[in-house]
């Protein structure tokens, strides 16, 4: 946006028909980003304002073993003003808004609630958790699909 936005300005002015242009950012405002909850590093990090939460989770040398992975929250002055969610980002990272970080806002990793095991007949036997709603539909899809063998007739969950 910013490249097309020069490009038009400047070409009021000059003929850039045979012209090529390029932005290069030179300096970033530093904030510090407050990491809680259930990471192997809790603290607060100074980063360059154009870090993601993911760089910063990165930072805080990731999720330990009781981290949820489906409500991240990201907040500022006590109110919640995004939320990560990792499923969501890996299933349709083209419709992933990122949510900007400024100076004393918080990231805060809550335990997991509801942590499903899926095996058998699926592309991606694992663990998975589920928000509150979701069910046997969603637990195929984040494993990946049912494998060509799969017998739906076949199919057993426990509660």
């Given at each position: 946006?910013?490249?097309?936005?020069?490009?038009?300005?400047?070409?009021?002015?000059?003929?850039?028909?045979?012209?090529?242009?390029?932005?290069?950012?030179?300096?970033?405002?530093?904030?510090?980003?407050?990491?809680?909850?259930?990471?192997?590093?809790?603290?607060?990090?100074?980063?360059?304002?154009?870090?993601?939460?993911?760089?910063?989770?990165?930072?805080?040398?990731?999720?330990?073993?009781?981290?949820?992975?489906?409500?991240?929250?990201?907040m500022?002055?006590?109110?919640?003003?995004?939320?990560?969610?990792?499923?969501?980002?890996?299933?349709?990272?083209?419709?992933?808004?990122?949510?900007?970080?400024?100076?004393?806002?918080?990231?805060?990793v809550?335990?997991?609630?509801?942590?499903?095991?899926?095996?058998?007949?699926?592309?991606?036997?694992?663990?998975?958790?589920?928000?509150?709603?979701?069910?046997?539909?969603?637990?195929?899809?984040?494993?990946?699909?049912?494998?060509?063998?799969?017998?739906?007739?076949?199919?057993?969950?426990?509660?």
């Amino acid at each position: 946006k910013a490249l097309s936005y020069m490009r038009g300005r400047f070409s009021r002015v000059y003929d850039l028909k045979n012209s090529q242009m390029d932005i290069q950012l030179t300096f970033s405002k530093v904030i510090q980003v407050n990491v809680t909850g259930e990471v192997n590093k809790p603290g607060t990090y100074t980063v360059a304002a154009v870090n993601s939460a993911f760089n910063i989770l990165s930072l805080a040398e990731g999720l330990n073993n009781l981290a949820g992975v489906r409500e991240i929250l990201i907040m500022r002055n006590a109110k919640v003003i995004g939320t990560l969610d990792v499923y969501d980002y890996l299933m349709h990272p083209e419709s992933f808004k990122n949510t900007y970080l400024e100076n004393g806002d918080f990231i805060v990793v809550k335990p997991y609630k509801n942590v499903v095991t899926v095996s058998g007949q699926v592309l991606r036997p694992n663990k998975y958790e589920l928000k509150d709603g979701e069910g046997i539909t969603e637990l195929v899809s984040f494993s990946g699909g049912l494998k060509a063998g799969a017998h739906l007739e076949s199919v057993h969950y426990l509660i």
